[in-house]
């Protein structure tokens, strides 16, 4: 267990937790899914616990989000960042807020460089990514559907202020 307070939950992902959130993933996300890459929510993230090193799900009683780290090569010192999530995200936003720091610095453990795309019409995902101090480059073209992302990053060099 990685984070418990009695009602939020912050655990590694199973397989399981995949069909929960994904028939109730939020429209923000299925957008940027299917616009960056052609997949629908389950097969999203299948991919994801698939592929990633380091996997956790957000659950209060139920699994509301998931999110990791995939490796971009064997000996690189850099992965994707990633994370889906159902509506109910929102309604844990102050505790969960108070603690993602934490994970996404355990996440720059396992490789010094986290990166991705984010949709700009994924305007809370942005808040977020910008609480969290992510780096954004400026939007361009991108995906199969060449829809507007923005490029955003975390290193280990970036160190997070308490509190901030």
């Not at 209060?60 to 064997?74: E, L, S």
Request: aromatic content about 12%; charged content about 25%.
């Amino acid at each position: 267990m990685d984070y418990d307070d009695g009602k939020l939950r912050v655990r590694k992902s199973t397989k399981a937790d995949a069909y929960g959130i994904a028939v109730n993933m939020r429209q923000s996300d299925r957008n940027e899914i299917w616009a960056s890459n052609h997949l629908d929510p389950i097969d999203a993230l299948k991919k994801g616990i698939e592929l990633s090193v380091y996997c956790r799900t957000i659950e209060n009683g139920k699994p509301i989000a998931m999110f990791g780290i995939c490796p971009r090569d064997i000996l690189g010192m850099s992965a994707t960042i990633w994370m889906l999530a159902t509506d109910d995200l929102n309604k844990i936003n102050m505790r969960f807020l108070r603690h993602s720091k934490e994970f996404v610095n355990a996440m720059l453990d396992y490789y010094e460089y986290l990166e991705n795309y984010v949709d700009v019409r994924n305007q809370k995902s942005i808040e977020w990514l910008t609480f969290l101090g992510a780096k954004f480059d400026d939007p361009a073209p991108y995906g199969v559907e060449g829809k507007m992302f923005q490029h955003f990053s975390f290193s280990k060099n970036f160190s997070f202020t308490k509190g901030k």
